[in-house]
């Protein structure tokens, strides 16, 4: 009955979380009504390039600045670290006005640094990103006869040793008319209309609208400057604009200002609100993502049917033939017999630095499950791409509360190395609280004063870093030395045998046995490496990452893949009477960080091929290095954790004295 009830608690927990996930389309989001002659601001985001990979403030550059000033907008911690800097723009709209020839602005005459500056960024391919109501503007472009599909316009180009900008913008906002049943169902189900007040049925409601759709049309237009002398901002240019995206006639040059002007055109759509993400979302490649798994799923079926020849037919029968002989034969046996029945009095002695191994492992742990749980989340939906940020914010959540996790897993392995001995937990537990975070600080360090240097808005601000720091000392350490409290009162694992005080020699190897453990880190990469592009594209590409729901599959099928290899690698160590395996099955999985460096490094050459200058190479590097790092941690922790299952178990089969 226990077990029943314990179950149903189970699946109705699972149903709350599958309902919400459905019944909350964007967590944090809803649908903003317009009414005719409402205002619509548009928001502008840093400059970006895949050139650089180093963003920009908007206003870097000589554009329009707002009337009331440019106001940063309201940012979570996430955007933060992800370099976004979100602030007003000139640019607003009146709902369902469509407005033509809208005077902007006209800059001062470009000095010598500004039409460097310029120059400079539209050699680089810098990107303008502008938002309105939470929808990045895209842009749609033919070639081949396929029509391509871009987020933001670029600055300017570059055509017959000439620059011209962009200095004409056509906007195209797509709107659906306001209806309440959309709200309930994006808001929730049940009592939906108890929480958001409807007038539907009053009959006198204003018809109002929503936005579903953003587009962009950038043109290089030759105004009068002349002309706008005595215009202010948002009145009429005095004379049609032809906006022709397929030519340009605006060149830049040093001492003449920029005009700058706009229109909008408003048209009803059929796309309802919870769609109107699908035009940066559209799925792409789909087969290969099943093909990833389906090749994911093979590796699996190949080690699983070698641990099923070990466990089933080797160790079943060894064990079967061991216990049935008397002491005589079993002696007569050991003489006679290799392999892991042999080192049964060494197996569980200490390997060589027991604390550094604890600490990784419950870096490890703690890792894995920040991993587990934001991809997770997000498959269910409440980590959108549409709410920027919300992925960095989750990670860095849940990689503080996990911090007890941690603290637990390590000290009670230290426990259980020293075979019960309390000395020592609060230095493990201070060290589990900041090895990985110590490196990471390391890393984005050095990596952020390259940013400051550059004067990028990538660069996280001092207050920031105060506030990092304010979050891992008062949040994550608290809860790293409470978890390890947790692990020193909670019994240490009895080992099943004892261990004898003279260690027995390792026979001579035919090959280095570290040989096998860097070569066994190839099967976990090859479950990952297609979706390893994928994700690889969305952070360095500038392309949407959102199939979370795959990503979920590949990691569970890589948490397998890394238990089986390192349970195999782990057994044949045994066979040959190594016994020191704790490192090595650590590394037979964790090794998988060095084939996914090297792909890294694969990928920068050949596919980022037009990143330019050492301080885009040194970011690229150092973040790759901080991710292998993680996923090291991660990998190698499921490789131990099955490994020291597996030979706590064979051994507490084996009956001795």
């Known amino acids: 009955?226990?077990?029943?009830?314990?179950?149903?608690?189970?699946?109705?927990?699972?149903?709350?979380?599958?309902?919400?996930?459905?019944?909350?389309?964007?967590?944090?989001?809803?649908?903003?009504?317009?009414?005719?002659?409402?205002f619509l601001s548009v928001k502008v985001n840093s400059l970006t390039s895949i050139d650089t990979e180093i963003p920009f403030s908007y206003y870097s550059l000589p554009f329009c600045k707002p009337q009331e000033g440019v106001k940063d907008s309201a940012e979570n911690l996430g955007e933060l670290l992800m370099g976004d800097r979100i602030e007003n723009s000139p640019y607003r709209f009146s709902m369902y006005n469509n407005e033509s020839e809208i005077f902007s602005c006209k800059t001062d005459p470009l000095s010598g640094d500004s039409f460097a500056l310029l120059k400079k960024r539209i050699d680089e391919m810098y990107q303008v990103n502008l938002i309105l109501d939470n929808l990045?503007?895209?842009?749609?472009?033919?070639?081949?006869?396929?029509?391509?599909?871009?987020?933001?316009?670029?600055?300017?180009?570059?055509?017959?040793?000439?620059?011209?900008v962009f200095?004409?913008?056509?906007?195209?906002?797509?709107?659906?008319?306001?209806?309440?049943?959309?709200?309930?169902?994006?808001?929730?189900?049940?009592?939906?209309?108890?929480?958001?007040?409807?007038?539907?049925?009053?009959?006198?409601?204003?018809?109002?609208?929503?936005?579903?759709?953003?587009?962009?049309?950038?043109?290089?237009?030759?105004?009068?400057?002349?002309?706008?002398?005595?215009?202010?901002?948002y009145e009429k240019y005095p004379s049609p604009i032809k906006c022709d995206s397929n030519s340009v006639s605006k060149p830049v040059k040093e001492g003449e200002p920029i005009v700058f002007t706009?229109?909008?055109?408003?048209?009803?759509?059929?796309?309802?609100?919870?769609?109107?993400?699908?035009?940066?979302?559209?799925?792409?490649?789909?087969?290969?993502?099943?093909?990833?798994?389906?090749?994911?799923?093979?590796?699996?079926?190949?080690?699983?049917?070698?641990?099923?020849?070990?466990?089933?037919?080797?160790?079943?029968?060894?064990?079967?033939?061991?216990?049935?002989?008397?002491?005589?034969?079993?002696?007569?046996?050991?003489?006679?017999?290799?392999?892991?029945?042999?080192?049964?009095?060494d197996v569980f002695r200490a390997p060589s630095n027991p604390a550094l191994l604890c600490i990784m492992v419950g870096d490890g742990c703690q890792i894995l499950g920040m991993g587990v749980g934001t991809i997770l989340f997000a498959a269910l939906g409440f980590m959108s791409p549409a709410s920027r940020g919300t992925l960095i914010t989750g990670m860095l959540f849940f990689y503080m509360i996990l911090g007890v996790l941690a603290g637990y897993?390590?000290?009670?392995?230290?426990?259980?190395?020293?075979?019960?001995?309390?000395?020592?937990?609060?230095?493990?537990?201070?060290?589990?609280?900041?090895?990985?975070?110590?490196?990471?600080?390391?890393?984005?360090?050095?990596?952020?004063?390259?940013?400051?240097?550059?004067?990028?808005?990538?660069?996280?601000?001092?207050?920031?870093f105060v506030i990092l720091l304010l979050m891992w000392f008062c949040i994550s350490v608290p809860l790293t030395l409470f978890g390890g409290y947790l692990g020193a009162k909670a019994p240490h694992i009895e080992y099943p045998v004892r261990t004898n005080q003279i260690p027995r020699e390792i026979p001579a190897q035919k090959y280095p046995s570290w040989l096998l453990v860097l070569?066994?880190?190839?099967?976990?990469?090859?479950?990952?490496?297609?979706?390893?592009?994928?994700?690889?594209?969305?952070?360095?590409?500038?392309?949407?990452?959102?199939?979370?729901?795959?990503?979920?599959?590949?990691?569970?099928?890589?948490?397998?893949?890394?238990?089986?290899?390192?349970?195999?690698?782990?057994?044949?160590?045994?066979?040959?009477?190594?016994?020191?395996?704790?490192?090595?099955?650590?590394?037979?999985?964790?090794?998988?960080?060095?084939?996914?460096?090297?792909?890294?490094?694969n990928y920068l050459i050949f596919d980022l091929k037009s990143l330019s200058g050492p301080v885009s190479a040194t970011l690229y590097l150092g973040y790759s290095l901080f991710m292998v790092i993680a996923i090291m941690l991660a990998t190698g922790t499921v490789g131990f954790l099955s490994s020291f299952w597996f030979v706590h178990y064979l051994f507490s089969s084996v009956k001795l004295d």
């Not at 309902?19 to 989001?29: A, N, R, V």
């Not at 709200?183 to 009592?191: F, L, P, S």
């Not at 035009?279 to 799923?297: R, T």
């Open 136 to 164: 990045p503007a895209i842009r749609y472009t033919e070639k081949d006869g396929y029509k391509l599909r871009w987020t933001g316009y670029p600055v300017g180009v570059k055509y017959q040793d000439a620059y011209y």
């Open 262 to 345: 706009y229109e909008v055109n408003f048209e009803m759509s059929d796309i309802k609100w919870p769609s109107r993400w699908d035009a940066y979302l559209k799925m792409e490649g789909a087969k290969v993502h099943w093909f990833s798994i389906l090749n994911s799923l093979m590796v699996i079926t190949f080690l699983a049917g070698i641990v099923l020849v070990i466990f089933l037919r080797t160790v079943r029968r060894d064990l079967t033939r061991y216990e049935e002989l008397d002491k005589e034969a079993q002696a007569q046996m050991n003489e006679e017999l290799s392999g892991w029945k042999l080192v049964v009095a």
């Open 519 to 601: 070569g066994a880190g190839t099967l976990p990469f090859g479950t990952l490496f297609i979706e390893l592009f994928f994700i690889m594209s969305s952070i360095w590409m500038g392309r949407v990452y959102y199939v979370f729901g795959f990503l979920l599959i590949v990691m569970i099928l890589l948490v397998v893949v890394c238990a089986e290899v390192s349970l195999v690698l782990t057994y044949m160590h045994l066979c040959v009477e190594d016994w020191k395996w704790w490192w090595k099955s650590f590394f037979a999985s964790g090794s998988v960080a060095i084939y996914i460096f090297l792909y890294s490094v």
């Open 1 to 38: 009955m226990e077990f029943l009830t314990h179950l149903t608690i189970w699946v109705l927990t699972i149903c709350v979380i599958l309902q919400s996930g459905y019944g909350f389309y964007l967590p944090g989001s809803y649908p903003h009504k317009y009414v005719n002659g409402d």
């Open 409 to 464: 897993v390590a000290v009670r392995l230290w426990r259980t190395i020293g075979c019960g001995d309390y000395k020592g937990w609060v230095s493990v537990s201070w060290k589990v609280a900041c090895f990985f975070p110590g490196i990471a600080f390391l890393i984005l360090t050095t990596l952020n004063f390259l940013l400051w240097g550059s004067h990028s808005t990538g660069a996280i601000p001092f207050s920031l």
């Open 167 to 233: 200095n004409h913008l056509k906007f195209k906002v797509l709107i659906h008319e306001y209806e309440d049943t959309n709200v309930a169902r994006v808001m929730g189900t049940g009592d939906a209309a108890e929480v958001i007040p409807t007038l539907a049925n009053t009959g006198s409601e204003i018809p109002g609208y929503i936005v579903v759709g953003f587009e962009i049309i950038p043109c290089s237009f030759m105004h009068n400057a002349d002309s706008v002398k005595n215009l202010k901002m």
